[in-house]
């Protein structure tokens, strides 16, 4: 029987507890990031907007994002996880428990959504998803649709819930030159670059689940395909430090980490990149003493 993933607590499911943030202030830096100087240079293809599909579209996005860094830097890239291979061990689970008529959440949500074949015939692609996601040698304009479907596995991770693909491949190829663009800036603005970790695991079963969409050299970096970036700096940059806390523990309890990834990497800065402004703005953390990062994440669990 599946065990939803709602039973553990993500550090973004916390976070959206807490309705004043402002009380995690006293342990912490007060945010200083340098300036969004771009217009939008990179707007996402109309039928985004037209189809109401603006999250699904950013963690494809995120996807994509990591899949060109694979190929540009195969060298540099220290660790990759897939998250969505997570996700669909979640669904194989599910697809045993649908075999056994057991029902559960999950297989409700699914069978009161879509045809049981359909359900089963996108599982079964999603293997050879993972590996070609994988594998450096396949270019991302190759696997473009096959990285749209494999997202859909992220919000199974993370939600318990599952979205099956509705947009087209034709649609779905409209994104090439969104991401050509994006290519182009990730080879210029990291081609120096010596380290690169794909979405590290920075939680555990005894604090909080938590992936960093990307640490390169000593950045941390949170993926934004947002149009109002000002927004998302001023809210959500306690996301930034939860990680750093949660990075800062375990450091000292390497025995509770759940995942290798980040191991003895230094985090100077924390940041964001944003797609669709071709720009990352960060800031330096290296005056966050460690002893007051543990004092934010106790203050942060005492929400839990």
Not at 31 to 60: C, M, Q, R
Not at 76 to 105: F, H, Q
Not at 234 to 241: K, N
Not at 246 to 258: I, S, W
């Amino acid at each position: 029987m599946v065990t939803p993933p709602s039973k553990r607590i993500s550090l973004t499911r916390l976070l959206s507890r807490i309705l004043d943030k402002s009380v995690l202030l006293k342990h912490s830096l007060n945010p200083s990031f340098s300036i969004l100087s771009h217009p939008l240079l990179n707007p996402y293809p109309d039928w985004v907007s037209e189809t109401k599909s603006w999250a699904i579209f950013g963690t494809f996005s995120d996807y994509v994002i990591r899949k060109i860094l694979l190929n540009l830097f195969s060298n540099k890239i220290e660790s990759s996880y897939v998250l969505a291979s997570t996700g669909r061990r979640i669904l194989k689970l599910a697809l045993s428990d649908i075999k056994d008529n057991i029902s559960t959440p999950l297989t409700l949500q699914l069978l009161q959504n879509y045809p049981q074949q359909d359900i089963f015939g996108f599982y079964r692609g999603t293997e050879s998803y993972i590996e070609n996601f994988k594998n450096p040698s396949i270019n991302w304009r190759d696997s473009l649709y096959e990285i749209f479907r494999l997202s859909h596995l992220d919000r199974l991770y993370r939600e318990g819930k599952l979205t099956m693909p509705q947009i087209s491949m034709k649609l779905i190829q409209e994104c090439i030159p969104f991401f050509k663009n994006i290519e182009q800036w990730l080879e210029y603005k990291f081609s120096s670059s010596k380290t690169i970790y794909l979405n590290p695991p920075l939680g555990n079963k005894e604090t909080l689940y938590a992936d960093a969409d990307l640490v390169i050299d000593s950045n941390l970096y949170e993926i934004k395909t947002v149009l109002y970036p000002e927004k998302y700096i001023s809210e959500d940059f306690h996301q930034l430090y939860g990680y750093i806390a949660l990075f800062e523990y375990l450091k000292r309890h390497e025995t509770l980490r759940e995942y290798r990834g980040v191991n003895d990497q230094k985090i100077e800065k924390i940041g964001f990149i944003f797609p669709l402004f071709l720009q990352e703005i960060t800031m330096d953390i290296s005056r966050w003493e460690p002893k007051n990062r543990l004092k934010y994440l106790t203050q942060l669990l005492s929400f839990k």
